[in-house]
């Protein structure tokens, strides 16, 4: 069966520090790849999602960027965080092909706090 | 741009009441429709997909109905149970414009069912 892993669970970071927050799926291949971001009080946004190693498409400016560096692993960064960073980053994967079609499923998240 | 809304924001309810939450989006034009249960502080659990071409779906004492002309998705929780407590998330994949492919999230209901 599939699963999703994403770390740290929690983290607390100094604005103008930078940041590296992990996802990796198992049972899998060349699955489709998502990261949500939910701010308080805000509902959930889509940030990043790849169809492909190496192929990133980013849906709103901000001071984040997104890698895919291998099949199953995605990386959300930035190189110095904002105030405004803080919030619950989540990942997620569907299945190849047609992502209008399939379910999509998330890990537990990561709840960043920027101090 | 897809918009999804969803009524109530909260609702308390006694345990063993059947109960009602409602999503609706603005486009008609989707893949399908996704419910998620959130608890707090973690991820989101898939509880049901509707395809666009679907009524309705049921699992266990969940059941999902779709009218994809008027915009509008059930949620039906039957016999509802303490550990039901959550936020219900409501979430559809558009298949045409400016959110082609992108999974648009409501606010969430929160749910909470009281012994």
């Known amino acids: 069966s599939q699963t999703i892993h994403q770390w740290p669970a929690t983290l607390v970071q100094p604005v103008g520090s930078p940041l590296s927050l992990e996802c990796t799926v198992e049972?899998?291949?060349?699955?489709?790849l998502y990261w949500y971001r939910q701010a308080a009080g805000r509902g959930l946004q889509l940030l990043f999602y790849s169809v492909g190693i190496g192929q990133i498409s980013s849906e709103v400016p901000q001071n984040l960027s997104a890698s895919r560096p291998q099949d199953r692993q995605f990386i959300l960064s930035s190189k110095k965080l904002l105030l405004s960073d803080s919030g619950f980053y989540l990942c997620?994967?569907?299945?190849?092909?047609?992502?209008?079609?399939?379910?999509?499923?998330f890990g537990d998240g990561t709840r960043l706090s920027i101090l | 741009k897809q918009e999804v809304t969803q009524i109530p924001a909260a609702l308390s309810v006694p345990e063993g009441e059947n109960l009602v939450l409602n999503c609706s989006f603005t486009?008609?034009?989707?893949?399908?429709l996704q419910w998620f249960r959130q608890d707090p502080g973690k991820g989101l659990t898939s509880l049901l997909l509707?395809?666009?071409?679907?009524r309705e779906q049921t699992s266990g004492r969940l059941n999902a109905s779709l009218d994809k002309s008027s915009g509008r998705s059930t949620l039906y929780i039957a016999a509802s149970q303490p550990g039901d407590s959550a936020t219900y998330l409501c979430?559809?994949?558009?298949?045409?414009?400016?959110?082609?492919?992108?999974?648009?999230f409501g606010q969430g209901t929160i749910l909470t069912v009281h012994p």
């Open positions: 049972g899998t291949s060349n699955p489709n």
């Open positions: 486009d008609s034009a989707i893949y399908n």
């Open positions: 997620a994967w569907s299945p190849p092909g047609g992502r209008g079609h399939q379910p999509q499923h």
């Open positions: 979430a559809v994949i558009s298949n045409s414009g400016t959110s082609y492919g992108k999974l648009t």
């Open positions: 509707i395809q666009s071409s679907q």
